[in-house]
């Protein structure tokens, strides 16, 4: 094959590294990729010839490979993301990228992006009040005093955050936006880039001045080509507008957005995993402390915040604090992207403030529905992602949608992926399905994850049996607090969540009627 383009990948890896340190091993995953477009699998010259130019035995190459799903399916036996596909078709219908309601993050056009639609409609302002009006401390107390919180799913102060990073010792800063979104069925972040890149790049830039940061890293999921084609037309265009580049709007601040390929490591969702990849190896989670704000990315204080997250630094800067904090839940201030699915008559995306009663959003989507599209009962809602834990039909009528309402009954916000279960449902192979992708996307790193998750498994095929025990099944519970407390990444703290919900709140789904159950069940 030929390697012009894995020479020129290469050559531009020499250049980030050159200008900003970034380290050149990760050109590594786009030459593997380039490699396995040209001839459909990754031949042995390719990889001799990659080994050549980059110093990375080919051994290696494949070991880094069985590591992400879009790069290890020419490897006999390599992982296929099997699991992840079986959950997405079982959770998201053909509607969940419709927009039912929208607000400031969704604006509602049917146009094409285009940064002309978007300056017309008052974006970049809030960037040039920013740039030319306030000093980076100042855009850091804005955040911090309103209050806003990440929107990746661990709902951190993201005020605290950038002071953190812009106050640490370093050369220069780095900030990344994981555009990675690897909790199914999570596509909310998606619908942001395909539709308004601009308002993500925008908030870049804010983000950018106020930590000092030459550089933003796009941290992609790899088979989003619609967002990555959207964001590289945006990345151009802000270019020609003078919203990128050096000397932005004469305001004497440089700035530049790079996107990086994600490959299939649902693991390098956990921001030190991110910084892994971003360094050419496998996304395995980093010990802390040090943290990212710390040492992150070639061992430089470091940001990491999601597409949403990022998306609403521009309202925030542009409508004030004060106001911005008028919006929803006092804690976690601002709009929520809830994307719903299942059994629930209007699928979609919705944009509702923080805060806002589970049940009312249920009924604004037109509520449960049976198998057959009939209305229905509602069973149980998983509220916002697989690894947030499952209410009970009695839990969702006093549950509000912020993350210290969720705690109380056991369950996270998470991405704000909602999922409903009507009465007609089994639960037990909704926890297996669940399993069954976190035990495959699971690094080993930590050996009681995928241990644990084995063993879980192997406990509910015993329930089909009617094999298990009372103390097997209570096993499980211990196993979630113990990995709770001992794991360094979300997914091991959360991998039996989601099932020891299931088991304590459902336990008819796993066992029948109690009134049935054999002795041993009772041991």
Known sequence: ???????????????????????????????????????????P?????????????????????????????????????AAAERLYDNLLGPDALTIRQSGPLLAASDQEPSITAYLAAGGYQAAGKALRQMRPEAIIDEVKALGLRGRGGAYFPVGVKWEAAAQAAGKHTFLICNADEGEPPTRKDKLLMDQNPYLLLEGMLIAGKALGAPLGLIYLRGDYQESQDSLRTAIAEAHEQGWLGADIQGSGFDFEVEIFLGFGSYVAGCDTAMLESLEGRAAIPRATPPF????????????????????????????GGAAFAQIGDPDCPGTKLFGLGGDIAQAGIYELPTGMPLSAILELAGGVVDDLGAPGTLKAVNPGGVTTGLLTAAEVARVRMSPASLAEHGAY??????????????????????????????????????????????????????????????AVYERDAMLAAILGCGLGRGSHITVSCALRKFPDDFLGPRDVWPKRMLR
């Open 413 to 474: 916000l998470g991405s704000g992926a909602i999922t409903v279960f009507n009465a007609q449902r089994d639960l037990r192979a909704f926890a297996e399905d669940v399993l069954n992708f976190l035990a495959e996307e699971s690094c080993g790193s930590c050996m009681q994850c995928p241990i644990s998750l084995r063993m879980t498994q192997r406990t509910l095929a015993r329930t089909h049996q009617g094999l298990a025990t009372r103390a097997e099944l209570d």
């Open 45 to 81: 010259e390719a990889e001799r010839y990659i080994e050549q130019q980059l110093g990375r035995p080919v051994a290696e190459q494949r070991r880094l490979r069985s590591q992400y799903d879009l790069l290890s399916a020419a490897i006999p036996g390599g992982a296929s993301g």
């Open 292 to 319: 990212p704000t710390e040492q992150g990315l070639a061992g430089q204080p470091t940001v990491v915040n999601n597409v949403e997250t990022l998306c609403n630094v521009p309202i925030l800067i542009e409508l």
């Open 1 to 43: 094959m030929p390697y012009e383009r894995i020479d020129q990948r290469i050559e531009y890896s020499r250049a980030l590294e050159a200008r900003y340190g970034l380290p050149q091993a990760a050109a590594i995953f786009d030459c593997l990729k380039l490699a396995q477009d040209a001839e459909g699998h990754i031949a």
